[in-house]
């Protein structure tokens, strides 16, 4: 499958998360050590308030985008994307809050991945500006 892929119908198919919660538009780029996805801000997104997407919504779009990786490998083996938490997040900054219109594109780095447990770094920009990043570590829920 070529890349990027902004079907939302199959981007549901890569996240557990469903509307309105889905913070992942686009899967940009793919490999074993990391994804790249974006999100463009919509008025009618539920972290938006006057104008600006919020810092809980940034730190949702990150972690999606770290499910974008998990639910993409499972994609490609025909098996579903499996659910998974958000076991920790570290030193995440936020430098600005991005506007509605704006699209986020979100670099993430697979520093380790064992057991279902996979610790990434983040990186969030917005027109090549770094708007936030950090650390965080998800966990695959145990079917």
Do not use: C, W
């Not at 974006?38 to 810092?55: C, H, K, P, S, Y």
């Not at 919504?57 to 938490?85: C, F, S, W």
């Amino acid at each position: 499958m070529s890349l990027p892929i902004n079907n939302p119908d199959l981007i549901k198919k890569f996240i557990p998360q469903r509307e309105p919660i889905i913070m992942v538009d686009v899967l940009l780029d793919f490999d074993e050590k990391k994804v790249v996805g974006g999100l463009t801000i919509t008025e009618d997104n539920i972290f938006v308030a006057n104008d600006d997407f919020n810092e809980p919504g940034i730190v949702e779009h990150m972690a999606q985008t770290v499910a974008l990786h998990t639910g993409y490998r499972y994609y490609l083996r025909n098996e579903d994307a499996p659910t998974g938490y958000i076991g920790s997040i570290r030193n995440i900054e936020v430098k600005r809050l991005p506007k509605v219109g704006e699209s986020i594109v979100t670099e993430t780095q697979i520093l380790q991945e064992v057991m279902g447990v996979t610790l990434v770094n983040i990186t969030s920009k917005v027109n090549d500006e770094i708007i936030s990043f950090g650390e965080m570590r998800t966990v695959i829920a145990p079917e």
